[in-house]
């Protein structure tokens, strides 16, 4: 008899361990049967199964809100924007407008066709265009002096070409 109990002890103990997990409430007063324990977890797991889909759910509901809002933000047009200022070494501009395929190769051309040099340029592409950039003249005495207006209607010219 003692070994039939040495066998049983540690069934019993797993037992009472899984029922404090998975135990209803109203039962626990009660004398609890092993075929109550299995219920409980398989009703735990079902809980747990449908927890995991409400969860699954509602992170597909986030991945569709946030694929429409980048959407949103794509079509946003962002207005076209030219600053030029004088400075020492001859201009600083910057611009910030749409971005699209040959926004950069067509103000450098201006640049180019205007007659100034790069010195500095800092050029971001992520959500829209932004440049900003120290152009210089190629010599240092031209027959015409460029002012901010002429640097301005050029770039803007540009932009709008490339549109």
Known sequence: MGSWVRKRLPLRRKLQTQRSFTRRKSLRTAKVRKSSTVID???HIYRLKRKLEALHKECLDL???KTKYLDLIKHIHM???VKVE?????FRVRVT???????LVSI???FDEMGLN????????NSYFAMEAIAAHEAQNQEYKLDVTGVTQAIIKAIKKRD
């Open 97 to 103: 407008c749409e971005k699209a395929e040959d926004t």
């Open 63 to 65: 991945m569709a809100i």
């Open 118 to 125: 790069i010195l500095q340029a800092k050029v971001s592409c």
């Open 108 to 110: 450098l051309e201006a």
């Open 86 to 90: 004088k400075i020492e070494e001859g």
């Open 79 to 81: 207005p076209k924007e």
């Open 41 to 43: 977890a398989m009703l």
